[in-house]
């Protein structure tokens, strides 16, 4: 079954302790991409990926950081989680061939609380 | 730059109501649009997809949508909503061309009354 998973699907942890959340794909999709959603606000790109060793900083890349080492994983680091970055965080992958009007599929989100 | 602009945060329908949705937005050239559901708890999936020919476009669960070139709008409509149509709806336009980064809208809250 085509899917994109997250882990975990929920987390609470301190301020300050170092985190990461998995995202992985089994679509053989270029692109991959961490949104964050909160009420009043709807989706904002953190940092996408459009190729393995290939990333760049989204919409409020802040206090986050990825790698892309291999095609199917895209795991999102939070080094030192501060209270603002309680959110609820979803990944999505999609082709990523230049003019196509390929979808985003999106995983089932990860709703992080950090105290 | 392109922009997704949903004006409406919240709708309320009753059961059996048509539905109409707004989605306007930004962009120079030709756009590639989507309409995007979550439902509690979920992830987001994709109802529809415009990208070239027939301006209406049919989705599943019995949604459709009509780009409109000239008023830059892309909305979403149902004839007849069901309870488990109650959702959060997203609108999300990338370029034809070029970066295919997309941009969302901020959502609209639909709610069913039975």
């Known amino acids: 079954e085509a899917q994109v998973t997250q882990n975990p699907r929920y987390l609470i942890t301190v301020t300050g302790k170092k985190l990461t959340v998995t995202c992985s794909q089994n679509?053989?999709?270029?692109?991959m991409s961490w949104y964050r959603q909160d009420p009043g606000l709807g989706l904002r790109q953190i940092y996408y990926?459009?190729?393995?060793?290939?990333?760049d900083k989204g919409d409020v890349p802040e206090g986050y950081k990825v790698s892309r080492k291999e095609k199917r994983n895209f795991p999102l680091i939070l080094e030192s989680p501060s209270p603002n970055q309680t959110s609820l965080y979803f990944c999505a992958s999609s082709r990523g061939r230049q003019g196509g009007s390929y979808e985003q599929y999106f995983g089932p989100g990860t709703r992080l609380t950090v105290t | 730059a392109q922009s997704v602009t949903q004006p409406d945060i919240h709708i309320t329908v009753s059961e059996g109501a048509s539905l109409e949705l707004r989605c306007n937005y930004s962009?120079?050239?030709?756009?590639?649009l989507f309409w995007y559901v979550q439902s509690p708890g979920q992830g987001l999936q994709l109802l529809l997809k415009?990208?070239?020919?027939?301006?209406l476009v049919q989705g599943i669960k019995g949604f459709e949508a009509e780009f409109k070139r000239s008023q830059s709008s892309f909305n979403l409509r149902k004839p007849s909503v069901h309870w488990s149509d109650a959702a959060e709806y997203f609108c999300a336009v990338r370029s034809a061309g070029g970066s295919y980064i997309p941009t969302f809208g901020r959502g609209t809250s639909l709610i069913v009354h039975p």
């Open positions: 415009y990208f070239s020919g027939d301006t």
């Open positions: 962009y120079g050239a030709t756009p590639y």
């Open positions: 990926s459009m190729n393995v060793e290939v990333t």
């Open positions: 679509m053989n999709h270029e692109y």
